[in-house]
């Protein structure tokens, strides 16, 4: 396995079952079992069980593991959770691997809110001037980040105080949250190779599917060196997964390099064709939004009259269409919107929100996706970036940029610089995964996202308060907008936190505390949502 030159990946497991993979098996046991719950030690009995038992037990334990496993019984695999600390990895790997499916959980370090520090990055195996061009670039990328930390302040400072006005007259206690906003805007130059370090929990299914599909893209080296370690460190506590444990699919006999490569070798070879035939369409179809809506049933709002109707066993002249979707949706009349916790999902009336659906095309840099996506139940299918990369710069501009020449154009290089390494690298023969860890953050990402209103509910709820990062928040008005042309019944009560609260009349109406934004919000019509930070 190719080495990175930068700093190691640390893997660590922090916390997990004493006994998973028995675990496992005893589940499935339960599951056929007359006489109650079935033990771990049922399973395999813990010593001072004689030895020759026990090496029975185990035997007859992995034919069952085995069993079940190629039968695709894999819910008993879920029970057994790993929590793993990992650092010195790449926000694209994170990005691309990690937070690109539902099945896990994540706590990481913050590019917004935490400076980062110089020479903190990933290095890929490269050699010689390949290597003194990406070390090179990286520089740049962060001498960049550096400087607009500090001429973003003015801009930053100019808006907040408008907002804040009573806070301009004794400033030096909001410097540093001037200082974090514009922070927040600089790492929009830093590469996508920046370290990150997470808490990272997964089941032992989901770690198995990690291990299986870890030589996919964007980023197979450095998937398959922090996956082994993470499975190294599962056989560490736990061997028995071996029974069941499969090899890494090749990336060369992935289904997505088979077509990708296809596709190229139809047209010039490189794929440049392909990429510039896909964006000029993709940006086409948007027609000027950051997200537009594609799809949605043409009953949504119907259905989810009907799907309230019917849990409470009512005709449709006991409680009409726009009722019974108020009492799903308007905060004043259903309490489960109100609480801190948010428990829709567990509600009988608020799961009638699962039935409409959206299908939205979206473009976002790398650095707003990674928000994004956290939200796992408005799932995406984002891209092969490989694919998508031509050897213009293809950034997002955060709106403040432009409103200073000077930073402006110290942004335009920023991204020059970082296109002109990736392009010298690829001419010294440097393949797109190396190269392309030195992306901007800003580099854009295009791809499709669908979601039930339940989820999107909560989402758009979170992302168009003004506290939230002002691209995702972008998205977020551009979505709540167009629902709210086609389905107006619903699209009325996708609002920001105050607005909702203001509804329920809850007080105090913004419930962020010190973080309060410094605009009424809940007073403002939704065409009237504008900020540049």
């Not at 392909?274 to 997200?291: H, N």
């Not at 009560?493 to 505390?513: H, Q």
């Amino acid at each position: 396995m190719r080495r990175f030159l930068s700093p190691e990946p640390e893997v660590s497991i922090t916390n997990a079952f004493a006994r998973p993979f028995d675990n496992a098996v005893a589940t499935a046991r339960t599951c056929y079992s007359g006489s109650g719950i079935v033990s771990e030690d049922k399973v395999v009995p813990s010593p001072p069980a004689d030895e020759e038992v026990r090496r029975r037990r185990a035997e007859s334990r992995d034919k069952l593991a085995q069993d079940i496993y190629k039968a695709g019984h894999h819910t008993t695999l879920q029970h057994a959770t790993f929590q793993f600390a990992v650092s010195n990895v790449s926000r694209h790997f994170i990005w691309s691997f990690l937070h690109s499916h539902p099945f896990y959980n994540s706590e990481q370090v913050s590019q917004r809110y935490v400076a980062v520090k110089e020479g903190s990055y990933a290095v890929p195996p490269l050699a010689g001037e390949a290597l003194a061009v990406y070390a090179e670039t990286v520089s740049a990328q962060n001498r960049a980040y550096r400087e607009l930390c500090e001429t973003l302040i003015p801009l930053v400072e100019r808006e907040y105080f408008i907002r804040f006005p009573a806070r301009s007259r004794h400033p030096e206690p909001w410097r540093k949250e001037i200082q974090k906003k514009a922070q927040e805007i600089a790492r929009y130059v830093l590469p996508v190779a920046t370290f990150a370090y997470l808490y990272h929990t997964v089941s032992g299914l989901t770690l198995l599917r990690y291990h299986r599909t870890s030589g996919q893209y964007d980023t197979p080296t450095e998937q398959r060196l922090v996956i082994q370690k993470m499975v190294d460190r599962l056989l560490e506590r736990d061997p028995a997964y071996l029974a069941i444990l499969e090899e890494p699919i090749p990336f060369e006999q992935t289904t997505e390099h088979a077509v990708l490569g296809s596709f190229r070798e139809k047209a010039d070879g490189s794929g440049e064709v392909l990429r510039r035939e896909f964006l000029t369409e993709f940006d086409a179809a948007l027609e000027g939004r950051t997200s537009r809506l594609v799809d949605w049933p043409a009953g949504n709002e119907s259905v989810l009259a009907q799907s309230v109707r019917e849990v409470f066993g009512l005709t449709k002249g006991r409680m009409p269409d726009e009722e019974a979707i108020a009492l799903a949706l308007d905060p004043g009349k259903n309490s489960y919107l109100g609480e801190t916790l948010n428990t829709t999902t567990h509600s009988k009336l608020t799961r009638a929100l699962f039935h409409p659906h959206y299908t939205f095309r979206k473009k976002l840099s790398h650095t707003a996706d990674s928000q994004n996506q956290r939200h796992r139940m408005t799932p995406g299918s984002r891209p092969i970036l490989a694919a998508h990369v031509t050897g213009d710069p293809d950034f997002i501009l955060p709106p403040i940029v432009m409103e200073d020449d000077k930073v402006h154009r110290s942004y335009a290089a920023a991204m020059e610089r970082a296109w002109a390494g990736i392009d010298r690298l690829r001419s010294l023969g440097v393949e797109e995964e190396s190269a392309h860890y030195l992306l901007p953050n800003a580099v854009a990402v295009r791809f499709t996202e669908s979601t039930d209103l339940l989820n999107l509910r909560h989402k758009l709820a979170m992302r168009l308060c003004y506290n939230a990062q002002e691209e995702i928040w972008r998205a977020s008005l551009d979505e709540a907008l167009q629902i709210r042309d086609v389905n107006p019944f619903i699209g009325k009560y996708l609002l920001p936190p105050c607005t909702l609260r203001l509804m329920a009349k809850t007080t105090p109406l913004c419930p962020e505390g010190r973080r309060y934004c410094g605009e009424r919000v809940w007073t403002y019509e939704l065409e009237r949502y504008q900020r540049l930070i």
